[in-house]
Structures are given as structure tokens and as C-alpha cells.
T-cell receptor, first 115, second 111 residues
Framework: EPEVTQTPSHQVTQMGQEVILRCVPI?????FYWYRQILGQKVEFLVS????????KSEIFDDQFSVERPDGSNFTLKIRSTKLEDSAMYFC?????????????FGQGTRLTVV | RKEVEQDPGPFNVPEGATVAFNCTYS??????FFWYRQDCRKEPKLLMS???SGNEDGRFTAQLNRASQYISLLIRDSKLSDSATYLC????????????FGTGTSLTVIP
């Protein structure tokens, strides 16, 4: 069964450092997303990406965040200068198309710990 | 008002019990509704989509009430393996791509 894959599974970084989280969405999917979940809290939308550009973004997705699809398969989230409060599980997701009932499929997540 | 609201629980039920979760959403124009399941420290996994007419998948039944803007999930004959957090997810835009999550409802099925 096709799946969304994320690497690394766990990343520890020092405050102020840049991190890049990587995702390989399901191959025939056209919409890609990043979500985060702070421990014990709800899953929060960060950004959606379609046709090589950002489609939607939330208030959380400020200038410190950027996304890129550098080639035909990878989808990355970069945090330029990490803060302690960026520590969370980051989930990548993809969905098939802009269909009313197209569900999102999630990767296993990258646990980011900022120290 | 939060976009998607759920009772966080926890719900602790014995094996074999029937349990129901409700969820309300704020945007009346929303078109897509889902229930996801999340195990501890794992990714959300789609349990079922919710259709206007209601739909059933084995022991699970989902209902949508557009007039009252709520979605429900009914689990019959609960199994130990049903223990998880159940997430209500709504695509807020009629033809959009921003999925909003509720806080999740925690279920523990007790032997």
C-alpha cells in the first residue's frame, strides 16, 4: 500500500539552528501538507502546497518556515532558526486531488526536539 | 469559536460496550468530514469519511447533521484494540485543502 514517508524520525537540534524535515508524498497525489502536534495538544495545520506553490498557510507558518518541492518526489519543511517552542511532532500529509472527499494520508512524523 | 470542537474525554468503557463521540464544526459551508484515529505518539490514520447520508463500516457508524453542524461516530461492541484517540477532521473550505482537527477524544476500552 502506498504511504507517505518522512525522514528523519527524530531530530535533535540546538536553538537557533536550521532544520530541514523531509517527506516523500504518495506518488500520484497533488496536494501536500505539513502539520505539527505539540506533545499532548491537537494536530495543527501549518501549510498546504499545490502546483509548486503554497496554497494555504496558518498563522503558525511565519517567516521562519518555508517549504519546497526540490524535485519530483520530495517535499521539505525548513525551519530557519529553531526556537524551543518549535519542539513538536511534524507530520507530512498528501491527498489525491482537490476533491470534496479526498482524505489526507499522513506520514509517521518527525519528532523535533529543540534544546 | 473553535473551528472543530470535540469532547476530549477520556471515555473508559468495558469491552463490548457501545460508545458515541460527537464533534461540532463552525463553518456551515464545510463539505468534507472525516474521523481519524491516532494511537499514542503515532500519526493520524483515516478511520472513515463521513457522508451526508451516514455511513457504516463494520462496527463503526458515522453520521452527519448539517443543520446542527455536528458529526458523530458510534462504535459498537468495543474491542481492546479500539483504545486510541479519535480525531474529528473537517475540510473547512467547500473546495479547499485545509483540514482542521479537533482536539481528539480519548477512548480506553477496559477488559
Amino acid at each position: 500500500e502506498p504511504e507517505v514517508t518522512q525522514t528523519p524520525s527524530h531530530q535533535v537540534t540546538q536553538m537557533g539552528q536550521e532544520v530541514i524535515l523531509r517527506c516523500v508524498p504518495i506518488s500520484n497525489h497533488l496536494y501536500f501538507y505539513w502539520y505539527r502536534q505539540i506533545l499532548g495538544q491537537k494536530v495543527e495545520f501549518l501549510v498546504s502546497f499545490y502546483n509548486n506553490e503554497i496554497s494555504e498557510k496558518s498563522e503558525i507558518f511565519d517567516d521562519q518556515f518555508s517549504v519546497e518541492r526540490p524535485d519530483g518526489s520530495n517535499f521539505t519543511l525548513k525551519i530557519r532558526s529553531t526556537k524551543l517552542e518549535d519542539s513538536a511532532m511534524y507530520f507530512c500529509a498528501s491527498s489525491e486531488a482537490l476533491l470534496l472527499r479526498a482524505e489526507a494520508f499522513f506520514g509517521q512524523g518527525t519528532r523535533l526536539t529543540v534544546v | 469559536r473553535k473551528e472543530v470542537e470535540q469532547d476530549p474525554g477520556p471515555f473508559n468503557v468495558p469491552e463490548g460496550a457501545t460508545v458515541a463521540f460527537n464533534c461540532t464544526y463552525s463553518n456551515s459551508a464545510s463539505q468534507s468530514f472525516f474521523w481519524y484515529r491516532q494511537d499514542c505518539r503515532k500519526e493520524p490514520k483515516l478511520l472513515m469519511s463521513v457522508y451526508s447520508s451516514g455511513n457504516e463500516d463494520g462496527r463503526f457508524t458515522a453520521q452527519l447533521n448539517r443543520a446542527s453542524q455536528y458529526i458523530s461516530l458510534l462504535i459498537r461492541d468495543s474491542k481492546l484494540s479500539d483504545s486510541a484517540t479519535y480525531l474529528c477532521v473537517v475540510n473547512m473550505r467547500p473546495a479547499g485543502n485545509q483540514f482542521y482537527f479537533g482536539t481528539g477524544t480519548s477512548l480506553t476500552v477496559i477488559p
